[in-house]
């Protein structure tokens, strides 16, 4: 009869990373992912806010150019350039915020729910520029 091996297991590797505790109500979810599900279920049900199409229907004039299936394009707000509806997105003037607790919910509802005048249109350069700002200042 063969005798196996005793093996030594290699110690688990350690991330320097906090796991997130189990959201109570389905543990199988930690809490941060049970935040993260509802902040995109939120912002999926702003995509059909009618203000964002105010905003964006009012940024908008007849293309003149080139392309013959262009229709419109739209004015950034930010740098005051026009383009195509593809390179354009909603912005919220003053950011949603983080939503990471049930008192985080109202406010950060309120806010992304805003009126119009909360609202504008930028190109997607000025948007990824102004988002990394507001990372860059809630970090620090």
Excluded at 16 to 28: A, I, L, S, V, W
């Amino acid at each position: 009869m063969a005798r196996k091996k005793a093996t030594k297991k290699a110690p688990a590797k350690k991330t320097g990373r906090n796991k997130t505790p189990p959201f109570e109500n389905y543990p199988d979810w930690t809490t941060a992912r049970f935040w993260s599900f509802i902040r995109s279920a939120l912002r999926n049900a702003s995509n059909k806010y009618p203000p964002k199409y105010q905003v964006k229907n009012e940024a908008k004039r007849d293309y003149k150019g080139e392309n013959k299936r262009q229709k419109y394009e739209y004015l950034c707000a930010i740098c005051n350039e026009y383009f195509p509806a593809k390179d354009v997105e909603v912005d919220h003037i003053v950011p949603a915020g983080k939503l990471s607790s049930y008192e985080d919910l109202p406010g950060f509802v309120e806010r992304l729910f805003c009126s119009k005048d909360g609202l504008r249109v930028v190109c997607k350069p000025c948007h990824k520029s102004v988002t990394n700002k507001e990372i860059t200042k809630s970090d620090g």
